[in-house]
């Protein structure tokens, strides 16, 4: 990954390398959103920590990341330390409190399409009124409730990927939808970077892991590549606002 650690698309479109790309997506997540110093953002599945980092030092908000990954938490932990970020493990359906925006960028290909409803009306609980609600999510080109069996085994367990259907059915009646951008063509360079460093490291990475993983690996990151090079999949970034 990254220097970072972002394990989503980068955005490209000005950037040379993928230190740069996933700067750029984060910085690009901020001015959507209008970050003021002060305010108070949720980041909804926050991995590792780097949006909730990057926000706190470049546009002075405080941040309140979950996840229910406790290698996650202790790493997102050591990488905020001195910032004004707190890392819960924490599953969303239980947060029950007001901020000023949220953001949520790949962990909505988590929820499974049984839960997208009680995931909006969750955003919906917590969002103060003036505030918004940025979604960055793996998209489908159609509305499906199963995936790709090798994936789901080996990759993502219990993970699915919505259709622009799924999403909007799911904000009915809670959101107005702003804005929304498609990255997809930006996965692509992403997931050959993810490659190569992963290529490049392997000699360093074999001593903890066998010769499956790294074919079963180079199988998900190239042809994960092909499918969002050949638009069979798409990435969207989508701004909500409160009725």
Partial sequence: LDKRMVYSCGYWKDAGDLDEAQ???????????GLRPGDR???????????AAYAAERYGVSVVGITVSKEQVALAREF???LPVEVRLQDYRDVNEPFDHIISIGMFEHV???????YMEVVH??????????????GNNCSQVTVDPWFGKYIFPNSMIPSMKQISESAEKLFIIEDWQNLGPYYD????SWFSKF???WDILRKRYDENFYRMWKYYLLSSAG???????????IVFSKN
């Fill in 23 to 33: 700067e750029a997506k984060l910085d690009l997540v901020c001015r959507k959103l």
């Fill in 41 to 51: 953002v949720l980041d909804i599945g926050c991995g590792w920590g780097s949006f």
């Fill in 80 to 82: 905020c330390s001195g």
């Fill in 112 to 118: 499974c399409y049984k839960n997208y409803r009680k």
């Fill in 125 to 138: 609980r917590c969002l103060k009124d003036n505030g918004l609600f940025l979604l960055h999510t793996i």
């Fill in 189 to 192: 360079p992403t997931l050959m």
């Fill in 199 to 201: 290529n490049s490291n």
């Fill in 227 to 237: 499918t969002f090079r050949s638009r069979c999949m798409q990435v969207w970034q």
